[in-house]
Structure formats: structure tokens, C-alpha cells
């Protein structure tokens, strides 16, 4: 259970303070499928960084189980996120020094994966191993950053938009494709996403305006990949 309670986060200082989080509280289950949903500038991707320990808060507590990662050293919550943590972003954050099988091998090697080439396989990089970042397109750099996440068998997924730079089958596929491995392997995700038809594909709903929770609920039944609208 990831238990967040009543955590600010604010940037800038004096009288160009702008306080992005104004006191949110939210429980996420373990092995839930949750979507952070808002407009640009709603504050979900803050959400998205203080929950997942890439930054910390001004106030208020993060809960993994009964261990406050607010609470932890630098040191410590670097740890904790590479024991732990997965992450997708809009950017994509590759080595551009290192090969598609490289950049995904080193997200497998953290959780000693030998099996990661049939993820790389499955996001449709098979032909693209031996290649560079700077020689992709942006849709397969991003597939990569999938693959490297998921190589690493995280407990809990984070996601910031991620088929933003996807067309619409390739969207599809990879968002398949997490699903079927987070039912079974049972991790917890966490999806900041405007795409309200991506947020059907949720089990929790989690809608954020101006730095505060307007609404959380349940979908009753969770659409497919291929079922929702684009």
C-alpha cells in the first residue's frame, strides 16, 4: 500500500513562490492499476515525481507499507528506487552511447533479468537491437524506455504520458503489453495521463486540478487496449 498524505510541493521563492501540490492525501493499493488524471499543469506530474521518490515535498508523508520514503537519506531513497521503482517518461532518458539492447540490459541487470530480449521482442525492437538512440525514431526510443522499465521487474510502475509520442497502433500494443504483464506479475502502476480514454483502462481514477484532488473512483469494468477510443 502507498500511502500519501496531505504533501504540498511549491518552486520558486519569495513572491514568485508558486505552490504546484496544496495538500493531497490518496491510498494505492498493491497491485492496483491507477491513473493520475488532469489538464497540463494540474500538478499530476509533480504527484507523479513526490510519489515516486524523484523529488521530495515541501510537507506531508509518502508511505511504501509502513516506511516513509520522505524520511529517507539521498543515499537511502536512491536505494529504494532501484530496489523498487520503474519509470516511463514523456522523455525518454536513453544513453546515447549504448544500443537498444544495452540501454534495455542495464534495467534488466538491476533485477537480474536474463530474460529481457523477449521484451524488447515483444515492444517490437527486435530488428533495432544493435542500434543507437540517435539513429530512432521518437515512438521507438520511447519503446525503448518501456522496455527498460519493464526489464527491470519493478514493484511499482510509474508512468508519465507514456504513448505520447506513439501512433496510435504502436499505443495500443504497448499499452497491451503492460497489462499483460502487470496481471501477472502483479505490480502496482501508476499512470499520470490528460487521456481520459486511456484512464478506462484503470481500475482507480484519480482527477487533479490546480494541486488538489477533484474526484477519485473505481471503474466498474476495465477496458482493453483495443477497446478504448484514441
Same mark, same amino acid.
Given at each position: ?33 491507477? !491513473? ?7 500538478? &499530476?506530474?509533480? /504527484? #507523479?515525481?513526490?510519489?515516486? +521518490? ?14 516513509d520514503i520522505t524520511k529517507l537519506s539521498d543515499e537511502e531513497l536512491t536505494q529504494f528506487r532501484k530496489d523498487n521503482i520503474g519509470f516511463i517518461f514523456q ?54 524506455? !518501456? ?7 519493478? &514493484?511499482?510502475? /510509474? #508512468?508519465?504520458?507514456?504513448? +505520447? ?66
Amino acid at each position: 500500500m502507498i500511502t500519501v498524505s496531505d504533501i504540498t510541493k511549491s518552486y520558486g521563492t519569495g513572491g514568485n513562490r508558486n505552490q504546484v501540490l496544496k495538500g493531497i492525501s490518496l491510498q494505492i493499493a498493491d497491485g492496483d492499476f491507477t !491513473v493520475i488524471l488532469g489538464a497540463s499543469g494540474s500538478g &499530476k506530474s509533480t /504527484f #507523479l515525481n513526490v510519489v515516486s +521518490g524523484l523529488e521530495r515535498p515541501d510537507s506531508g508523508s509518502v508511505l511504501y507499507g509502513t516506511s516513509d520514503i520522505t524520511k529517507l537519506s539521498d543515499e537511502e531513497l536512491t536505494q529504494f528506487r532501484k530496489d523498487n521503482i520503474g519509470f516511463i517518461f514523456q522523455q525518454y532518458y536513453l544513453l546515447p552511447n549504448m544500443t537498444v539492447e544495452k540501454n534495455v540490459r542495464m534495467g534488466a541487470d538491476l533485477a537480474d533479468n536474463r530474460e529481457y530480449a523477449e521484451i524488447i521482442t515483444a515492444v517490437g525492437l527486435e530488428d533495432k537491437q544493435k542500434k543507437y538512440p540517435s539513429e530512432l525514431s521518437g515512438g521507438e526510443q520511447q519503446r525503448v524506455s !518501456v522496455a527498460r522499465a519493464l526489464a527491470k521487474k519493478p &514493484k511499482v510502475l /510509474f #508512468l508519465d504520458e507514456p504513448t +505520447g509520442a506513439l501512433d496510435e497502433q504502436t499505443g495500443r500494443h504497448v499499452l497491451d503489453y503492460i497489462c499483460k504483464l502487470h496481471k501477472e506479475y502483479a505490480f502496482t502502476i501508476v499512470m499520470v495521463t490528460h487521456n481520459q480514454n486511456i484512464a478506462q483502462m484503470a481500475n482507480t481514477v484519480v482527477k487533479i486540478n490546480s494541486g488538489k484532488i477533484s474526484e477519485a473512483f473505481t471503474n466498474e469494468k476495465q477496458k482493453t487496449a483495443y477497446e478504448i477510443g484514441w
